[in-house]
C-alpha cells in the first residue's frame, strides 16, 4: 500500500501539528507492506526559529519532500503566500505518481483542501485528520468585514474538502456536532493529541533555584491564546512572591510586549528545542494555559493540556466549554478559571496545591504513542478497504 502523508509542518518544526505528524509516521512506518510518501515544507513555524532539514530524504519505506516557503511572520498574507505555495508545488511533486490513499493532518482547512483535490483527480480514498474548525473560528479573529467577504468562499471550500472525505479523524470531542450532521458519508474517529516520549518520566527538580515562584507558558503567542488579554492584568495582581516567564513566539507577540512595558514580573523569552523545554517545564511552579474568549475555542481540546499533565506540575487553565470539561474530568491538581479573566486566575491559582501529583493514569491513557498505533491501525484499514 503507497500512502501518500499531507501536512503542513514536520519535525524538525516546533507546533503541534508536527509533533502529531511525526509521531505518526512512526506508527506507519513499522507496516512491512506500506510505503509512505510525506509532502511537507522547510521549517517555517516561527520567524525567530530556524532548524536545519533536507528537502529531500528517503530512509526505509518513508520518502519525505519538504517544500520551501516565503519568510513570512504569521501575518495573514504570509499564510496566504505559504499555503499557495505549498499547494503549487504539492501538485507538482505529486503529479504522476500513484497512491493508495492520501492522508491529510490540516487545521488550517486548506492542508485538508489540497488532499481532497488531489483524492479526487487520482479517485482515492481520503482520510482527513482535523485539528480545528477553519472556518469556525475566522468569523472570531479576523476582522467582521474581512470574514463577512471570506467566509461564503470558505464555507464552500469546506463542503467540497469534507465531502470528499472517506474518514474523519477529530482531536477533540468538542467538534462532533459541528461535523457528524455536515458529512454524514465519512466515517468518524477521535484519536486525540497525546503526550510524547520527551515528555514521559521527568526527573521532579527539588532544588528551589529561583526567589520567585514560576508561572510559564509555552507555546504559541496568536490571537487563538489571547496572552495579551489577560497577562498584563495578571501580573498586576499576583503577589510578589511570582513571576511569569512566557517561552514562544507568534503573530501577537509584538502586541503582547508592548502591553507588558511597564511591567517587570513577566518575562518574554523565545522557542527552545524540546529537550530545553521539559527542562524549563520541570524549573517551573505552575503550567499556565489560556485560550482567547472565542466561541469558537469552546469546542478545542488543545495539545499542550497533555505535555502540561505528563510533568505532574500544577495548570493554571483560562479555557471555556471542552477544554475546560476535559480538565475537570481528567487532571488532578488543574485549575480553570474563564478566558480573560484576571481575578478569576487569581482565584484559581489560589486553590492549586503546589506539589508534584501521580497523573500516571493520565499519563497512560493518553501517551501519544498508543493513539498513534491506533491511528496507523485506522488509517490502513480505509486504504485496505480500497485495495479489497
Same mark, same amino acid.
Given at each position: 500500500m503507497r500512502i501518500l502523508v499531507l501536512s503542513?509542518? #514536520? !519535525?524538525?518544526?516546533?507546533?503541534?501539528?508536527?509533533f502529531r505528524a511525526t509521531s505518526l509516521i512512526e506508527q506507519l512506518k513499522k507496516y512491512d507492506d506500506v510505503e509512505i510518501e510525506i509532502v511537507t515544507t522547510m521549517p517555517n513555524r516561527y520567524a %525567530?526559529?530556524?532548524?536545519?532539514?533536507? %528537502?529531500?530524504e528517503q530512509v526505509g519505506n518513508v520518502t519525505l519532500n519538504r517544500i520551501d516557503l516565503p519568510s513570512h511572520n504569521?501575518?495573514?498574507?504570509? !499564510? =496566504?503566500?505559504?499555503?499557495?505555495?505549498?499547494? =503549487?508545488?504539492?501538485? /507538482?511533486?505529486?503529479? *504522476? /505518481?500513484? #497512491?493508495?490513499?492520501?492522508?491529510a493532518t490540516s487545521s488550517r482547512l486548506f492542508t485538508a483542501f489540497l488532499g481532497a483535490r488531489l483524492a479526487?483527480?487520482?479517485?482515492?480514498?481520503?482520510?482527513? *485528520?482535523?485539528? *480545528?474548525?477553519?472556518?469556525?473560528? =475566522?468569523?472570531? $479573529?479576523?476582522?467582521?468585514?474581512?470574514?463577512?467577504f471570506a467566509k461564503p468562499v470558505l464555507s464552500l471550500i469546506e463542503s467540497y474538502t469534507f465531502k470528499a472525505a472517506n474518514h474523519i479523524n477529530l482531536v477533540s470531542k468538542?467538534?462532533?456536532? #459541528?461535523?457528524?450532521?455536515?458529512?454524514?458519508?465519512?466515517?468518524?474517529?477521535?484519536f486525540t493529541n497525546g503526550i510524547d516520549e520527551e515528555f514521559l518520566g521527568l526527573a521532579v527538580n527539588d532544588e528551589d533555584i529561583s526567589e520567585q515562584q514560576i508561572i510559564l507558558y509555552a507555546g504559541n503567542i496568536g490571537e487563538g491564546q489571547g496572552l495579551h488579554t489577560i497577562l498584563p492584568e495578571l501580573a498586576k495582581n499576583l503577589d510578589e512572591t511570582f513571576k511569569i516567564d512566557v517561552i514562544g513566539d507568534g503573530g501577537r507577540k509584538p502586541i503582547l510586549e508592548s502591553t507588558l512595558l511597564a511591567i517587570e514580573n513577566v518575562n518574554v523569552l523565545p522557542p527552545v528545542q524540546r529537550k530545553e523545554l521539559s527542562d524549563q517545564y520541570m524549573n517551573a511552579d505552575v503550567l499556565f494555559l489560556h485560550l482567547?474568549?472565542?466561541?469558537?475555542?469552546?469546542?478545542?481540546?488543545?495539545?499542550?493540556?497533555?505535555?502540561?499533565?505528563?510533568?505532574?506540575?500544577?495548570?493554571?487553565?483560562? $479555557? %471555556?466549554? #471542552?477544554?475546560?470539561?476535559?480538565?475537570?474530568?481528567? $487532571?488532578?491538581?488543574?485549575?480553570?478559571f474563564h478566558p480573560g479573566d484576571a481575578q478569576g486566575a487569581i *482565584?484559581?491559582? +489560589?486553590?492549586? /496545591?503546589f506539589v508534584d501529583t501521580d497523573r500516571s493514569e493520565f499519563i497512560k491513557?493518553?501517551?501519544?504513542? +498508543?493513539?498513534? !498505533?491506533?491511528?496507523?491501525? %485506522?488509517?490502513i484499514n480505509v486504504g485496505s478497504k480500497n485495495n479489497a
Open positions: 503542513f509542518y #514536520y !519535525q524538525p518544526d516546533l507546533c503541534a501539528g508536527s %525567530s526559529f530556524s532548524a536545519s532539514a533536507n %528537502s529531500f504569521s501575518g495573514m498574507l504570509d !499564510q =496566504i503566500k505559504s499555503f499557495t505555495r505549498f499547494y =503549487i508545488e504539492a501538485v /507538482k511533486l505529486t503529479k *504522476d /505518481k500513484e #497512491y493508495d490513499l492520501v492522508f479526487k483527480k487520482k479517485k482515492l480514498p481520503l482520510y482527513l *485528520d482535523i485539528r *480545528d474548525i477553519f472556518v469556525d473560528t =475566522i468569523k472570531d $479573529v479576523l476582522n467582521p468585514k474581512v470574514t463577512f468538542g467538534f462532533e456536532n #459541528y461535523f457528524i450532521h455536515r458529512f454524514k458519508q465519512a466515517e468518524f474517529s477521535y482567547n474568549d472565542y466561541p469558537a475555542f469552546e469546542k478545542v481540546l488543545p495539545s499542550k493540556i497533555f505535555e502540561y499533565a505528563a510533568t505532574g506540575k500544577p495548570i493554571l487553565a483560562g $479555557v %471555556s466549554g #471542552y477544554a475546560a470539561k476535559f480538565i475537570a474530568d481528567e $487532571v488532578i491538581n488543574a485549575e480553570v *482565584d484559581a491559582l +489560589n486553590k492549586l /496545591k491513557r493518553y501517551t501519544r504513542t +498508543n493513539i498513534m !498505533q491506533n491511528m496507523a491501525e %485506522s488509517i
